[in-house]
């Protein structure tokens, strides 16, 4: 089944790209790879969340942003490389978790991205990953994540 | 109009390259690609600000050391490729903020980086990125800031 | 000498992988690169220490947490690649500090990654590098480190 297949049957669409909050692109193509700019959980051009995830913003919250952000991580790359059918490998995700001091659950908030991943792509989707605790986030986000692709020719 | 013409027009001198301040390298090349370290707002052989953004460090100094870091970022790339002529790409920047609890306008501080880069390399200066508030940066920087670089053979 | 034949030289032990804490993979090979996921200071099943460095972690101790968190990348790395002997630059390093309010010393506790890769390595060894301070990383890890490995075909 094809990405975009697999998409259709779990139901996710995949927006419009989110413009950017400043001066650079939603993502680069170079080569056999698509970096991502770091994304933010927006949907339906709002913040589902915001604050510190530990105390503003519940981890079970958190994991949806990170979901959400993955999306939009993919969007960014469709952008640029026209179907997300053409992905062969997703190499790597950084996620950010904006946290509250002694919040030390940044994998279980971050596989919200890493599990959309592995249902969409199968075992294109298996990644490397690093999941950090930040002391804050654009726009006050609760998580960002960025991605790299790796892409047919 | 080249790379290095365009950085003599607009007055911007790529200094000699930061020693590291521990045990790596300005930057590294890889096939056709460069790596830079993390680099901090130094100018003349002294930081330009400390401290964290959003007290004590105002956001409008903070986005010079943006700028400041991308300078110092291609100076790395440019001890290691000779010319920045061979920049085909920005492809990815990263920028981290070190921020006062609460300070959540990154993005703003690090245009500073990313408006440089548009000013240089025109289109080949578009680039994915991403922008962190972090706790605390080395040597009490209030900004630093990596790239990748696409370059030609 | 061979990676390898260096590493028995030196005493260090390459470790079984640690298995991820979360929904995705050690490392992943792609073309010429290996991607690792952040890694944490577990020595036979434990973490060396926990929490902030500056306040409940010694810089000393944190220097030998990266240290360990760079023997678990490379054993991230090794699953993928076979042996270590296919490593032909480590291009880049990126390290997460745990960091306590004020503690700016990033460098010298990363330096513990960094000078094993260079024991290890050789000038093969030299990488690209950030160190940046974070307000608190998975399970409570006072160090995160993640790499970019360059392998022969």
Excluded at 37 to 56: F, K, N
């Amino acid at each position: 089944m094809s990405h975009t297949a697999r998409l259709a049957e779990l139901g996710i669409v995949i927006p419009e790209v989110v413009p950017p909050v400043a001066a650079y692109v939603p993502a680069v193509v170079t080569g056999r790879y698509v970096y991502t700019s770091g994304q933010l959980p927006m949907r339906d051009g709002a913040m589902i969340a915001e604050g510190l995830v530990g105390s503003d913003v519940d981890p079970e919250v958190a994991k949806d942003c990170a979901r959400q952000s993955a999306i939009n991580a993919l969007a960014a790359a469709a952008s640029v490389i026209g179907s997300l059918d053409r992905v062969t490998r997703v190499v790597k995700v950084v996620g950010f978790v904006a946290s509250a001091p002694g919040f030390t659950a940044q994998p279980a908030v971050i596989n919200g991205a890493s599990e959309l991943l592995l249902e969409i792509f199968g075992d294109a989707g298996r990644h490397a990953r690093s999941a950090v605790g930040v002391s804050g986030l654009p726009i006050n986000a609760p998580v960002e994540v960025e991605m790299v692709l790796e892409v047919a020719d």
